[in-house]
């Protein structure tokens, strides 16, 4: 008995997890970099946002009679990187209400995935960012050579942060051997400058995230920290203190690159980064928050319906022109 | 890492491509139509019991001679019936039983004086060549091409697709034949430009440049769908060619048969298909006349189990049989067969917008948003998104990490795109 099919008969073996697999793998050695600082409280808070955005998601899918999708992965890795966005001092319970907020107000109102407007770890992370600023933008000294308590942080060293003093007026001390091996105080995931990198590489190749927003992203931020440095530290230092400190890199390569949120199409995605880029750079020199790219990719998700449509209408048109003007 | 167009798929080319080609002449029963051409007016010009010879047209017309079929066996005419084929619609269709004293007429014929765009032309509708990559008779396409200009001829012998290799096997065996039947379809076509593009691997293609010369053969990247590839082909005339050349495409089966026409005054009456799937106990290249029976040509190669799935062509744009009792026909070069469990139906699930479908779109479609608005009803804005550009290479529904069925979604929209043109005419007109 033969069976009828529709072509393509044939697949690619792919799993949604495996796009979402892959951003929970480079998060591993990120948290794990950041505890060989703090010691194993990094990983307790990714891990918290984890369960705290699983459960959450379990809930609201039992709430709406639907099969749960935790398979899928996508609530993890919205938990972990809200952890991954916290710094080492943050109260545990921080992040679990941050990933609440995110899958419960971002993602599942509107359909859960695929279906969400903002990306629902930097609606998390603003969420807790309005509501719990002064627990969250504090961070320890890396140079303290114990590792944080896990519970009661009351007693621990805080030290200023490279971000708050440029925020400040003052001047950083940091060489580029100190930037990338992150020996300074940050959040989780901003410190392994090597690991973003590499994790940026990993996800181009593995084709869960595309190159042209980071690529773009990084280059409009770089531009715009050469021509306007905050203060009078060279170009070169400018550009290195920019990219290498705060969340920048880190909502590159994880936040703004997230399949569902960002453009599918190659020149809307180049625009939005730059457009990212802009904000980012722009909130640096005026926001209220010292890390405050979580907004900037807020912000750029709105655009991303209107910016695939339009970059590809407009380049459909130059063609068409193009071929006229050819004629 | 790529970024671009195109996907890579998996290459299961091999055992069939390793083995020599089978020819399987001595069928025992074809069944052919009268016409392959369901809008065609035709009359059928045997009957039952009378005796053909290969090469007799089983039908005439008064208006179009291309719509008749010539029988591909000398035999006597058992009965007639309705096919429906999968890929032709229904047929009316001969059943001819092959005598065994038939002999194969190969010998050469001498050519006298030089063979022109005429003589080509001639010769290409005498022998009803139909050319294995669309189905369109191959001299309504030479007159085509030469009314409205051809920049380049190419031979499509890429098959990049995972298991056909019914292309590859015809250059092994007579690649001098299609280079000279490829050099008279340019002369027909009114361009002097011309070459086969293949994707082969190393030694293969070496030993094809080794016999037909470099300047014949172009290699492209493995990067499916083919027409990019073929394009691409052209970069060594980058130079001295416009990017918007226009570049026609001929089957590699069609250029031997119009030397074959020529040279031997043989009609286009067999061809040469690839044979494979889980379920073909032995895949391999097999040649045999129209209107050989599916069924006949699995039982010659063995069958593993009983299989699941029959699919008439490559396995990204073939379609499902749902008999073995069909006729092989012009444009199939492939025939696979699968065990249950091998092609399983994917359970759709909500797109996670990672993209990849447009990264791939070779017609540089938005094939998500297309879906988008064809799910939510904006029927009136498909328009804008140009679906009627979309070929159905069904790229995007493979790289779908959610199982959507893009390109059927597609072909959807395209029928109501076409719809809504239509009512805005009506509505225009009245």
């Given at each position: 008995?033969?069976?009828?099919s529709?072509?393509?008969?044939?697949?690619?073996?792919r799993?949604?997890?495996?796009?979402?697999?892959?951003?929970?793998?480079?998060?591993?050695?990120?948290?794990?970099?950041?505890?060989m600082?703090?010691?194993?409280?990094p990983?307790?808070l990714?891990?918290?946002g984890?369960l705290g955005?699983?459960?959450?998601?379990?809930?609201?899918?039992?709430?709406?009679?639907?099969?749960?999708?935790?398979?899928?992965?996508?609530?993890?890795?919205?938990?972990?990187?809200?952890?991954?966005?916290?710094?080492?001092?943050?109260?545990?319970?921080?992040?679990?209400?941050?990933?609440?907020?995110?899958?419960g107000?971002?993602?599942?109102?509107?359909?859960?995935?695929?279906?969400?407007?903002?990306?629902?770890?930097?609606?998390?992370?603003?969420?807790?960012?309005?509501?719990f600023?002064?627990?969250?933008?504090?961070?320890?000294?890396?140079?303290?050579?114990?590792?944080?308590?896990?519970?009661?942080?009351?007693?621990?060293?805080?030290?200023?942060?490279?971000?708050?003093?440029?925020?400040?007026?003052?001047v950083?001390?940091?060489?580029?051997v100190?930037?990338?091996?992150?020996?300074?105080p940050?959040?989780?995931?901003?410190?392994?400058?090597?690991?973003?990198?590499?994790?940026?590489?990993?996800?181009?190749?593995?084709?869960?995230s595309?190159?042209?927003?980071?690529?773009?992203?990084?280059?409009?931020?770089a531009?715009?920290a050469?021509l306007?440095?905050?203060?009078?530290?060279?170009?070169g230092?400018s550009?290195q203190?920019?990219?290498?400190?705060?969340?920048?890199?880190f909502?590159?390569?994880?936040?703004?690159?997230?399949?569902?949120?960002?453009?599918?199409?190659?020149?809307?995605?180049?625009v939005?980064?730059?457009?990212?880029?802009?904000?980012?750079?722009?909130l640096?020199?005026?926001?209220?928050?010292?890390?405050?790219?979580?907004?900037?990719?807020?912000?750029?998700?709105?655009?991303?319906?209107?910016?695939?449509?339009?970059?590809?209408?407009?380049?459909?048109?130059?063609?068409?022109?193009?071929?006229v003007?050819?004629v | 890492m790529?970024?671009?167009?195109?996907?890579?798929?998996?290459?299961?080319?091999?055992?069939?491509?390793d083995?020599p080609?089978?020819?399987?002449?001595?069928?025992?029963?074809?069944?052919?139509?009268?016409?392959?051409?369901?809008?065609?007016?035709?009359?059928?010009?045997v009957?039952?019991?009378?005796?053909?010879?290969?090469g007799?047209p089983?039908?005439?017309?008064?208006?179009?001679?291309?719509?008749?079929?010539l029988?591909?066996?000398?035999?006597?005419?058992?009965?007639?019936?309705?096919?429906v084929h999968?890929?032709?619609?229904?047929?009316?269709c001969?059943?001819?039983?092959?005598l065994?004293?038939?002999?194969?007429?190969?010998?050469?014929?001498?050519?006298?004086?030089?063979?022109?765009?005429?003589?080509?032309?001639?010769?290409?509708?005498?022998?009803?060549?139909?050319?294995?990559?669309?189905?369109?008779?191959?001299?309504?396409?030479?007159?085509?091409?030469y009314e409205?200009?051809?920049?380049?001829?190419?031979?499509d012998?890429?098959?990049?697709q995972?298991?056909?290799?019914?292309?590859?096997?015809?250059?092994?065996?007579?690649?001098?034949q299609?280079?000279?039947?490829?050099?008279?379809?340019?002369?027909?076509?009114?361009?002097?430009?011309y070459?086969?593009?293949?994707?082969?691997?190393?030694q293969r293609?070496?030993?094809l440049?080794?016999?037909i010369?470099?300047?014949?053969?172009?290699?492209?990247?493995?990067?499916?769908?083919?027409?990019?590839?073929?394009?691409?082909?052209?970069?060594?005339?980058?130079?001295?060619?416009?990017p918007d050349?226009?570049?026609c495409?001929?089957?590699v089966?069609a250029?031997l048969a119009?030397?074959?026409?020529?040279?031997?005054?043989?009609?286009?009456d067999?061809?040469?298909?690839?044979?494979?799937?889980?379920?073909?106990r032995?895949?391999?290249?097999?040649?045999?006349?129209?209107?050989?029976?599916?069924?006949?040509?699995?039982?010659?190669?063995?069958?593993t189990?009983?299989?699941?799935?029959?699919?008439l062509?490559?396995?990204?744009?073939?379609?499902?049989?749902?008999?073995?009792?069909?006729?092989?026909?012009?444009?199939?070069?492939?025939?696979?067969?699968?065990?249950?469990?091998?092609?399983?139906a994917?359970?759709?699930?909500?797109?996670?917008?990672?993209?990849?479908?447009?990264?791939?779109?070779?017609?540089?479609?938005l094939?998500f948003?297309?879906?988008?608005?064809?799910?939510?009803m904006?029927?009136?804005?498909?328009?804008?998104?140009?679906?009627?550009?979309?070929?159905?290479?069904?790229?995007?529904?493979?790289?779908?990490?959610?199982?959507?069925?893009?390109?059927?979604?597609?072909?959807?929209?395209r029928?109501?795109?076409?719809?809504?043109l239509?009512?805005?005419?009506e509505?225009?007109d009245?």
């Amino acid at each position: 008995m033969l069976r009828a099919s529709v072509a393509p008969h044939l697949r690619e073996p792919r799993h949604p997890f495996y796009q979402t697999g892959g951003v929970l793998l480079c998060l591993l050695p990120l948290t794990g970099f950041s505890c060989m600082y703090y010691g194993i409280r990094p990983l307790l808070l990714v891990l918290f946002g984890l369960l705290g955005a699983m459960f959450t998601e379990l809930l609201c899918c039992m709430a709406a009679h639907r099969r749960p999708t935790l398979s899928d992965g996508t609530a993890a890795v919205t938990g972990a990187l809200i952890g991954a966005m916290m710094s080492p001092l943050t109260p545990l319970w921080v992040p679990v209400i941050g990933a609440m907020f995110a899958i419960g107000v971002t993602k599942m109102p509107f359909g859960g995935i695929g279906r969400n407007i903002f990306n629902p770890a930097a609606a998390g992370m603003a969420f807790c960012a309005i509501c719990f600023a002064t627990r969250l933008f504090e961070y320890p000294d890396p140079s303290q050579s114990e590792g944080l308590p896990l519970w009661d942080t009351t007693g621990v060293i805080t030290a200023v942060s490279p971000m708050q003093q440029l925020a400040g007026g003052g001047v950083p001390k940091l060489d580029l051997v100190t930037l990338l091996s992150g020996d300074f105080p940050g959040p989780i995931g901003s410190a392994g400058i090597l690991i973003l990198v590499a994790s940026a590489l990993f996800l181009f190749v593995r084709r869960s995230s595309s190159p042209y927003i980071l690529v773009s992203y990084l280059v409009t931020c770089a531009v715009i920290a050469a021509l306007f440095p905050r203060m009078d530290i060279g170009i070169g230092m400018s550009v290195q203190l920019e990219l290498c400190t705060g969340l920048l890199l880190f909502c590159g390569v994880f936040l703004l690159s997230d399949p569902v949120t960002a453009p599918r199409f190659w020149l809307a995605r180049i625009v939005y980064g730059v457009m990212a880029g802009i904000l980012v750079m722009v909130l640096r020199h005026y926001g209220r928050f010292v890390c405050s790219e979580f907004f900037a990719v807020l912000l750029v998700n709105s655009f991303s319906a209107v910016l695939d449509r339009t970059c590809w209408s407009l380049l459909r048109r130059f063609r068409h022109w193009k071929e006229v003007v050819r004629v | 890492m790529r970024i671009g167009k195109g996907v890579r798929l998996l290459f299961r080319k091999a055992p069939a491509i390793d083995r020599p080609t089978a020819e399987w002449t001595d069928v025992a029963q074809v069944v052919l139509p009268y016409t392959y051409f369901a809008e065609a007016d035709v009359r059928p010009a045997v009957f039952l019991y009378d005796t053909v010879r290969r090469g007799t047209p089983l039908s005439s017309s008064d208006t179009d001679s291309q719509a008749t079929v010539l029988s591909s066996v000398t035999g006597a005419v058992s009965g007639s019936r309705e096919v429906v084929h999968p890929l032709y619609g229904t047929l009316h269709c001969a059943v001819i039983d092959r005598l065994s004293t038939e002999a194969e007429p190969d010998v050469p014929v001498p050519v006298t004086g030089e063979i022109g765009r005429e003589e080509v032309c001639a010769a290409a509708e005498a022998a009803h060549i139909i050319d294995e990559l669309d189905g369109v008779p191959l001299v309504l396409k030479l007159r085509e091409w030469y009314e409205s200009g051809c920049d380049y001829l190419v031979a499509d012998g890429v098959q990049i697709q995972p298991y056909e290799s019914s292309a590859w096997a015809v250059l092994r065996d007579y690649a001098e034949q299609v280079v000279e039947g490829l050099s008279l379809a340019a002369r027909a076509a009114g361009t002097t430009r011309y070459h086969i593009a293949v994707c082969l691997s190393g030694q293969r293609r070496r030993s094809l440049a080794l016999r037909i010369g470099r300047r014949h053969l172009y290699q492209t990247d493995s990067y499916y769908p083919a027409e990019e590839p073929i394009r691409r082909s052209l970069r060594p005339h980058s130079r001295t060619v416009s990017p918007d050349a226009r570049v026609c495409r001929i089957g590699v089966q069609a250029c031997l048969a119009l030397y074959r026409a020529i040279y031997f005054h043989q009609s286009h009456d067999r061809c040469t298909l690839t044979v494979a799937g889980n379920a073909v106990r032995e895949p391999q290249n097999v040649t045999v006349p129209f209107g050989t029976t599916v069924q006949e040509v699995l039982a010659r190669c063995g069958l593993t189990e009983d299989p699941s799935h029959l699919i008439l062509g490559e396995i990204m744009t073939g379609t499902a049989a749902a008999t073995q009792d069909i006729p092989i026909l012009p444009g199939m070069t492939c025939l696979l067969a699968f065990t249950a469990g091998t092609i399983r139906a994917v359970q759709p699930r909500t797109c996670i917008g990672c993209g990849r479908c447009a990264e791939v779109c070779h017609a540089g479609l938005l094939p998500f948003e297309i879906a988008r608005r064809f799910r939510n009803m904006h029927y009136e804005r498909l328009g804008a998104l140009e679906v009627s550009a979309c070929d159905g290479c069904g790229a995007c529904s493979y790289v779908c990490p959610c199982g959507i069925d893009l390109a059927a979604t597609i072909a959807e929209a395209r029928g109501a795109d076409s719809a809504i043109l239509l009512e805005l005419e009506e509505d225009i007109d009245a």
